[in-house]
């Protein structure tokens, strides 16, 4: 305890002495400071781990202290001091952050009980800390940018996560990073060495898609000429990332659950159990309970998925990160297109800042793989980024579209600016080959368009 520093502030010289006998000869050690100004200065000065502060002082009083105490240090521990006649404002002092309150005159016993109360939290705090600290430092992210507390908080879940075989339940509006998630899940999983099975469960008609994720026999339905394995069979000692679940029709939903539940599928036109060895990340943009009590979605099917479930927040939830993000692209982009960018303007990173980003982090991407493009000097000025709210500010701007336009559009840019060499766009875009072939046939795009 030698180690543990506690200041004392308070006026009266006496209890001012007193405390400081208390506390030394519980072994700590002990600085005093005679009135508000003086404690404050000395707790910026030091480094302290807890405060005793009386709440009636001259010049600043002991409310004044702890505001300033707890915005300079919002982890720091302060302990009020007070006359039975103030005992209300010590209930609003801890709702400003103080820890608790000791009401003179106190027992020897009851201040001691609550200093190491105090000082057991705080060594808590520090430990949780530490251990989440280190499973940020062992996970990688690949590529997920951010560092704002609702970033974090995700990505230290994720990293505790990672190592078990527990099913995983991501929810997050479009474009939020839900499948880059659950990729990271994968990498840092025991399973790293297996395949990583994407299925978009809304993208696939449901007439097809029990086929994509069992598999077929020979001669199952007429086009059925040869045997083709699902996709649960090739995710074998790996991950399958079922995408956007909760668009998955009842019937189908009965049929993964069994999946969850038993760990073997048939292929569609079989009568032959597969054992199946994969671990199960989902992810939804919808509100699975909403969906339950409206008897879309099944509860039971819910609550298999959710063992642990992560909440992606939307950017407009976490705009600490925008600036981050928007140099993460700038440089990935300006590499991609031989460009020599240094970075924004204040004002253009400002003009990022405030807007709402409803298409989350893909819109944010995509506009500065269009800035890149079309940028003509090393620093990008806010009058270079285009947002579709700008749709009313004059010539010069496009107008509003849609995310799936705005993907069209830089698609075809970069498979002109590569003059269709696909392997040089699928390095530009950041996708695989056959990801831009089906992106392509997607929004007919043609080489002589």
Sequence with gaps: MPDTRVLVVDDEENLRRLLTKLLTQEGFGVEEAP???????????GKYDLVLLDLKMPKLDGLGVLRAVIEYDPDALVILITAFSTIDTAIQAIK????????KPFRHEELMIKVNQALERNRLVKENRALQDELMRTFKFEGIVGDSPKTR????????VAPTDATVLIYGETGTGKELLARSIHLQSPRNKGPFVVVNCGA????????????????????AVTSRIGKFERAQEGTIFLDEIGDMSTPMQVKVLRVLQERVIERVGGNKPIDVN???IAATHKDLRRAIADGSFRED??????????????????????QA???????????????????????????LRGHSWPGNVRELEYTIQRVVILAQGEVIGAEEIWLDEQSQSGPGFPKAFSLDEAERRHIGVVLRMTEWNLDEACKALGISKEELEAKIQAHRLKETG
């Design 96 to 103: 400003l952050g103080a820890f608790d309150f000791v009401a």
């Design 301 to 322: 099917l819910y609550y298999r998925l959710s063992v642990v479930p992560i909440e992606l927040p939307p950017l407009r939830e976490r705009r600490e990160d925008i």
């Design 325 to 351: 993000l928007a140099v993460h692209f700038v440089n990935k982009y300006a590499v991609a297109f031989q460009k020599r960018i240094k970075g924004f303007s204040p004002l253009a990173l400002k003009k």
């Design 153 to 160: 908080q995700v990505l230290q879940l994720a990293a505790a």
């Design 278 to 280: 994969a671990r199960v």
């Design 204 to 223: 696939i008609p449901e007439t097809l898609l029990e086929t994509e994720l069992f598999g077929h026999e020979k001669g199952a339905f007429t086009s």
């Design 35 to 45: 009135d508000g100004e003086e404690g404050l200065a000395k707790y910026k000065a």
